[in-house]
C-alpha cells in the first residue's frame, strides 16, 4: 500500500498540463519505476501524483516532417528496442535500453521518465547525449524545445517549468545527427542484470564515404559526473582522424580531461576513471566496425 | 527399490506453478493489525527517552510500544534443540525491544495500525534520544582493550573461544627444510535473500496463542516464544505453512516472539508484522564474516608437516547461533587435509553489526574459502598442480573421526575430484589457458569440501513421525522436519512409499503444513539432516504400521503375519505372490468392522546416534578481462558424494542453488557499512549484488554415488554442500588465469581494480600525477 495523497489521471496533454497547473505540487507519474520505489522509501510519502500513463499519443516512434526521429515520452524501452526506426537509424540507442533493469521494468519504464529523473546513471542519458537528441516539453504556452545537455540542469533536477504546467511530451533526434551515423553503448555494472550503471560511455561516428576518415565522432558518459557528460577533448581527437589503434589508443586517454566522476562506497574514482577509457576505446572501435570501417 | 531413486514429479508442484500454495500471507486474517518496527539509526548507544505523542496523534494508529514497555525476559534465538544442560544453553541476550542499542537497526519501538501507511506513518513521527556510544565493526578490533563493550557478560566482547591441538606444532615447524605458507583470509558478511521475507502474524484464540510463521523450526519457535513471553509453552501454537526458502535465516526466532507480544498488548487482536528486504538485510540474520589466519609448513615432497589456524568469527550484535559456527569452520580443518601436527583457535567476537546466524553452510563456505586459497598458495609454492597437491593430501579412503564417529568409507575425494576434471578437460584446458598473455586470459581452478550430515554428537538428534492409513489404502504422513523449497516432502513421499511397500509416492500424502498442535515434535529443517533423519524415524514408524496392517490382515485372511508382505500397496502372500487384498480393502474392513474397528495408525520417535561425512568438490573456469576488471564465469561443475540419490532430480536441483549462492559468494556479494557510522549502505537488492542468471552460466550437477552405511536409505547431506566449495574455485581459477591471489571475497571489479593495479598488470599513467 503506497502512501499517496491523491492520484489524478490524465487522458490526454491538454488535460495533463490543466491538473499540473491545478496541483503545482504533485508528482508526474509514467511507469511508475522511480517515482512508486521512491515513495516507498518515504522520500515521496504522502504526495499527489498526476499520472500521465494513460496519454496513448505520446507513445511510439515516428519520423516527423523535418525528418527527425521522434520518440513519444510514454514509450517503453522494450518498444524503443524492438521498433523499426530506431533499429535502422539509432540502433545503439534501442540496445542501451535494453539494458535498464529487467524485462518487467523495460516493459513499464518509460523513455521520458528514465530522462525527467535527471540522473546520470540513465541508461537512455548517455546515447541521447552523444546523439545531441532534443527535448520537446508542453505546456501552457505551447511547444518549447530545447537541446538534452541544457535540460539536464544539475543531479536531479531538470528545465520543466511546472509553473507553465509543462509535460515532457516528445524526444527528438535530428537527422543531422543520425544520417549515415553508427554508434555503440558500453554499460558497466556489477553483474549482468538489475543494475544501475557504474559508468555508461556511448559512442559514435560517421566516417567519409571511403570510410577512410572518421568525419565525425561523439562521445558521452553517464555517471562521470553529476550530469550526463560528452567529451569534447576526445571528440576534438578523433574528428577528421584516420581509424587506426594509435587513434583509439589517444581517444581513450583523452577522456580523462573532461570526465569527472565521484568517489563513492558504490565505486572509487580511480576506478571508474580507468574503465572509463577502457570503455571510450572499445566503445570507439565497434563504432568503427558498425560504421563499416576497418582498424589500421 | 522402487520408488527411490527416481526424479519423481515434487509433490508441490502443481500448486506452486499454480499460485495456489498457500504462505502467511495468504492465510492472513482480513483485519489484522499491522505491526512496524522502529529501528535504531546508530550503531551503538542507550535509549534516553522515545517521543510517542506525533505518533500517537496519526490516524490509524492503535498503539505505541517502546523498548520501556516490554518484560525484562532475556531469551535465546537460535534454532538449535534445547539443551537439559544449561552450560550448552544458547546465551540469552535478546529482548523484545532494546534500551541497549547495540548495531544501526537494533529494534528499539513498535507502531501498531490499522493500516500499513498508518503504521509507516506512525514509525516515521517516533523521536528517539539517545546516549551515543563508541562502536566497532571489526572482530579483532572489538577484541583489543579499550573496544567498545556490548554485553556485560561477556568482557572484552568473546562470546568464546576454543581451540584444537593435535601432536606438537612448535616442535614441528623447527624441521629443517620446510617450506612456510601463511596467508591471512578474509570472507565477507552475506545474505541470505530468500525470495520470501520474513513474515509471521499471532492471534490470541482460546486464551492460547497462535502464531504463523515463515520459519524453518515450528517446534522451536514455540519453545523460544513461551521462553520470551514467560507462558508455559503449552499455550503457545506455531504454525508452519509453506514458506518461500529460509537458507538459515528463518532457524532463528527472529520476529515471532516481538510479534506475539504485540498481540498480547492489544487485546489479543491478530497483529502481523512482515519484514521489509531492507529489514531482512539487517534486522533478521546475517552470515558470519570470518577471518582467517593460517600458516602452512610444507616439505619439498608435498607432504604437510604442520599447520596453524585461527579463526575470528564476526558474531555482530547478539549471540544468535554464537560459536557454533566457527567452531564448525575450524573443526574442517583437521579432517579435510590431515596432519600431524595442528594448532586451531577460533574466537567468536561481539561487534555493532547485524547479528550473525544461521546460514546454508554454517561456517563451511567461510572456511572451504580459506583452506581452499591455502591449499592452492601451497600448491604455487611447490611448483606442484593444485589437483595433484589435493590427491596427494586430503583425507584418505578409511578416515576415522573418533568424536563424529564418520568414517570415509570410499574414496569418496579422489572420485569427485576425477569425475570433476573429467567433464570440465582439466589437464587439456589447463595447458592450453597457459599460453594466455592478452588482456583476456582463461583458469581453471578447484575446490573440495566436506561437510557433517547432522549434529550429533554436539547436539541431540530425533526424529518423530506419524503415519495414518487412510480408508482408500493411500498413507498421511507428519514430521517436524519442514518442506522449506529444497523438496523434503517429495523425498518424504518416496521414502515412505518405499517402506512402507505403496505403488507410488503419489499415494502417500505429506501433511506438509507443521502445527505444533498436532505434528509430531521434530526439530525443523536445517544442517542438511531432513532426508537422513527423517529417514530413520520412516523407517521405524512404518515397519510400526506394516506390524498393524499385517496383523489385521491375519485376522481376515488367517494367513500368519510371516508368511505376508506389502507390495505395490496389496498384502501378498510371499510364497507364491498372490495378492491376497488390497491395502483399500484392509483400511475399509478394519475401520468398518462391527466386531474390531481400528484405525490404522503408526508413531514413534528415532533419536539418531549416528553422522555421516558428505563429500565434494567444485571445479569452475574463468575468463578475466584484465584492463575491464571483470570476471566471466565459463563453465562450473560440482560434483557430490551425497550417498544414494531418493530424487536425482531434486538433488540436481538442490546443487544448482547452492551454485548460485557460492557464485554470488565468490564474486559479488557482500553487505557493507559506513565505516564513520556503523550504518548498512546497502541492504536491498539493487546494491547487494546477488548474481542473477545472466551472470550463470549452465550449471553442472554431478554425483559419486555411494550409499552412506548408517543411513536406512543410504543418503547423507546435500542441503548446504552445494554452497560450500564454489567460493573457492572460482578464487582459484582467477589465481590461475592471472597468477594473482586474491585473499578475499567476493572478487568483484573493485578487488580486481586494486589486485590488478598492486601486480602492475593495470598500470594508469594518470593516477600518480593525482594521487
Known amino acids: 500500500m503506497y502512501d499517496m495523497k491523491a492520484l489524478y489521471e490524465a487522458g490526454s496533454v491538454e488535460e495533463a498540463i490543466a491538473l499540473r497547473l491545478a496541483h503545482p505540487e504533485a508528482q508526474i507519474i509514467a511507469g511508475g519505476s522511480d517515482v512508486l520505489v521512491q515513495m516507498r522509501e518515504g522520500k515521496r510519502a504522502g504526495k499527489e501524483l498526476i499520472s500521465i500513463y494513460g496519454i496513448d499519443a505520446l507513445r511510439g516512434v515516428t519520423i516527423d516532417e523535418e525528418e527527425n526521429i521522434r520518440i513519444g515520452s510514454l514509450t517503453s524501452f522494450s518498444h524503443i528496442t524492438k521498433d523499426p526506426i530506431i533499429q535502422r537509424y539509432c540502433n545503439v540507442l534501442g540496445q542501451a535500453v535494453d539494458q535498464v533493469g529487467s524485462p518487467q521494468i523495460r516493459n513499464i519504464g518509460t523513455i521520458g521518465g528514465n530522462t525527467c529523473n535527471g540522473v546520470t546513471s540513465a541508461d537512455s ?38 509553473e507553465e504546467g509543462e509535460i515532457q511530451t516528445a524526444i527528438l533526434i535530428p537527422k543531422a545527427s543520425y544520417e549515415n551515423c553508427y554508434g555503440h553503448y558500453i554499460k558497466y555494472g556489477l553483474r549482468n542484470a538489475m543494475e544501475i550503471a557504474t559508468l555508461g560511455c556511448s559512442v559514435n561516428v560517421r566516417l567519409s564515404p571511403d570510410k577512410s576518415t572518421i568525419e565525425r565522432c561523439r562521445i558521452a558518459y553517464g555517471v562521470a559526473g553529476p550530469v550526463p557528460m560528452r567529451v569534447p577533448t576526445a571528440e576534438a581527437v578523433a574528428n577528421g582522424a584516420k581509424p587506426t589503434e594509435a587513434l583509439v589508443e589517444a581517444f581513450g586517454n583523452a577522456v580523462i580531461e573532461d570526465i569527472n566522476p565521484r568517489d563513492s562506497w558504490r565505486a572509487s574514482k580511480a576506478f571508474r576513471q580507468h574503465i572509463a577509457v577502457e570503455m571510450a576505446k572499445r566503445a570507439l572501435r565497434e563504432s568503427i566496425i558498425l560504421a563499416g570501417g576497418e582498424l589500421a | 527399490m522402487s520408488n527411490v531413486g527416481k526424479s519423481e514429479i515434487r509433490v508441490d508442484a502443481f500448486d506452486k506453478a499454480t499460485g495456489r500454495t498457500k504462505y502467511y500471507e495468504d492465510r492472513m486474517p482480513a483485519d489484522a493489525l499491522y505491526v512496524r518496527i522502529k529501528h535504531a539509526d546508530i550503531a551503538h548507544g542507550m535509549v534516553k527517552a522515545v517521543d510517542k505523542a506525533a505518533a500517537e496523534a496519526i490516524p490509524g494508529v492503535v498503539k505505541v510500544l517502546t523498548c520501556f514497555d516490554v518484560p525484562d525476559i532475556p531469551f535465546p534465538t537460535a534454532g538449535h534443540p534445547w539443551s537439559m544442560d544449561p552450560g550448552h544453553q544458547d546465551v540469552a541476550d535478546r529482548h523484545l525491544l532494546n534500551r541497549h542499542v547495540r548495531y544501526w537497526g537494533d529494534d528499539v519501538a513498535v507502531v501498531i495500525a490499522e493500516n500499513e501507511v498508518a503504521a509507516n506513518q506512525g514509525v516515521r513521527a517516533l523521536k528517539v534520544e539517545y546516549d551515543v556510544l563508541p562502536f566497532v565493526l571489526d572482530a579483532q578490533k572489538a577484541m583489543e582493550e579499550g573496544a567498545p563493550q556490548l554485553h556485560e557478560r561477556f568482557p572484552g566482547n568473546v562470546l568464546k573461544h576454543t581451540d584444537m591441538k593435535k601432536g606438537d606444532y612448535q616442535k614441528a615447524i623447527r624441521e629443517p627444510g620446510l617450506i612456510k605458507v601463511e596467508g591471512w583470509y578474509d570472507t565477507p558478511t552475506v545474505q541470505h535473500c530468500h525470495i520470501e521475507n520474513f513474515g509471521c502474524f499471532a492471534y490470541e484464540n482460546g486464551g492460547r496463542l497462535t502464531v504463523v510463521s515463515s520459519t524453518q523450526i515450528p517446534h522451536i519457535i514455540r519453545r523460544v516464544v513461551g521462553q520470551a513471553l514467560g507462558r508455559p509453552w503449552g499455550d503457545i501454537q506455531v504454525i508452519k505453512p509453506y514458506i518461500g526458502g529460509g537458507f538459515g535465516n528463518k532457524q532463528d526466532a527472529l520476529y515471532e516472539p516481538l510479534c506475539a507480544w504485540c498481540c498480547t498488548q492489544v487485546g489479543g487482536r491478530c497483529v502481523r508484522l512482515d519484514c521489509a528486504r531492507e529489514e531482512t538485510f539487517v534486522s533478521n540474520r546475517v552470515r558470519h564474516a570470518i577471518r582467517f589466519h593460517i600458516v602452512t609448513w610444507l616439505r619439498k615432497n608435498g607432504d604437510i608437516a604442520a599447520r596453524k589456524v585461527e579463526c575470528f568469527s564476526n558474531q555482530g550484535a547478539y549471540a544468535s547461533h554464537g560459536h557454533s559456527i566457527v567452531a564448525k569452520a575450524m573443526g574442517s580443518f583437521p579432517q579435510h587435509y590431515p596432519c600431524d601436527n595442528m594448532e586451531c583457535d577460533a574466537w567468536t567476537v561481539f561487534t555493532n553489526r547485524p547479528a550473525a546466524g544461521a546460514m546454508r553452510g554454517y561456517g563451511m563456505p567461510q572456511a572451504s574459502f580459506a583452506d581452499e586459497a591455502n591449499i592452492d598458495d601451497c600448491a604455487a609454492a611447490l611448483g606442484m598442480d593444485p589437483y595433484e597437491f589435493r590427491q596427494k593430501n586430503v583425507m584418505p579412503q578409511g578416515f576415522h ?371
Open chain 1, 125 to 162: 542519458a548517455s546515447t541521447l547525449h552523444a546523439w545531441e537528441a532534443i527535448v520537446e516539453l508542453t505546456g501552457k504556452n505551447g511547444v518549447r524545445r530545447l537541446p538534452i545537455h541544457d535540460f539536464y540542469i544539475k543531479a536531479g533536477t531538470v528545465d520543466i517549468r511546472a
Open chain 2, 401 to 771: 573421526d573418533a568424536f563424529s564417529g564418520n568414517t570415509n568409507y570410499y574414496d569418496s575425494f579422489r572420485q569427485c575430484m576425477e569425475k570433476g576434471a573429467a567433464y570440465i578437460d582439466y589437464e587439456r584446458k589447463k595447458a592450453e589457458f597457459a599460453k594466455d598473455t592478452g588482456p583476456i586470459r582463461r583458469g581453471i581452478g578447484l575446490a573440495t569440501f566436506w561437510y557433517n550430515t547432522a549434529v550429533y554428537p554436539i547436539s541431540l538428534e530425533t526424529s518423530s513421525n506419524r503415519m495414518l492409513l487412510n480408508l482408500d489404502g493411500t498413507v498421511n504422513y507428519q514430521c517436524g522436519e519442514t518442506e522449506i523449497g529444497q523438496g523434503a516432502d517429495t523425498a518424504y513421499a518416496q521414502m515412505v512409499a518405499e517402506a512402507v511397500g505403496l505403488k507410488s509416492y503419489r499415494d502417500v500424502h505429506v501433511i506438509s503444513c507443521q502445527d505444533t498442535d498436532v505434528t509430531p515434535t521434530g526439530l525443523g529443517a536445517y544442517a542438511s539432516r531432513q532426508t537422513y533423519v527423517a529417514g530413520f524415524a520412516i523407517r521405524q514408524t512404518a515397519d510400526i504400521l506394516r506390524k498393524k496392517i499385517l496383523d489385521y490382515a491375519c485376522e481376515v485372511t488367517r494367513q500368519a503375519v510371516g508368511n505376508m508382505d506389502i507390495v505395490d500397496g496389496n498384502i501378498i502372500r510371499k510364497g507364491d505372490g498372490s495378492v491376497l487384498m488390497s491395502l483399500r480393502e484392509l483400511a475399509m474392513t478394519a475401520q468398518y468392522n462391527p466386531v474390531h474397528s481400528e484405525h490404522i495408525t503408526a508413531e514413534s520417535t528415532y533419536t539418531i546416534r549416528n553422522n555421516a561425512y558428505s563429500f565434494g568438490c567444485t571445479f569452475a573456469e574463468v575468463e578475466v578481462d584484465i584492463p575491464m576488471c571483470k570476471v566471466t564465469l565459463k563453465n562450473i561443475v560440482n560434483v557430490h558424494d551425497c550417498g544414494s540419490l531418493i530424487n536425482p532430480a531434486l538433488a540436481a536441483a538442490q546443487v544448482h542453488g547452492g551454485m548460485s549462492m557460492a557464485i554470488g559468494y565468490g564474486l559479488s556479494e557482500q553487505l557493507l557499512f559506513d565505516e564513520k557510522t556503523g550504518k548498512p549502505l546497502n541492504n536491498n537488492l539493487l546494491d547487494y549484488k546477488l548474481s542473477t542468471v545472466m551472470d550463470h552460466p549452465h550449471l553442472e550437477a554431478q554425483f559419486a554415488e555411494n550409499p552412506e552405511p548408517t543411513s536406512p536409505f543410504g543418503t547423507k547431506a546435500l542441503g548446504e554442500p552445494p554452497a560450500c566449495s564454489g567460493a573457492p574455485a572460482i578464487r582459484n581459477a582467477i589465481f590461475n588465469a592471472t597468477g594473482v591471489a586474491i585473499d578475499h571475497n567476493p572478487i568483484n571489479p573493485h578487488v580486481l581494480f586494486a589486485e590488478f593495479t598492486k601486480a602492475g598488470l593495470i598500470n594508469d599513467p594518470w593516477r600518480s600525477k593525482e594521487d
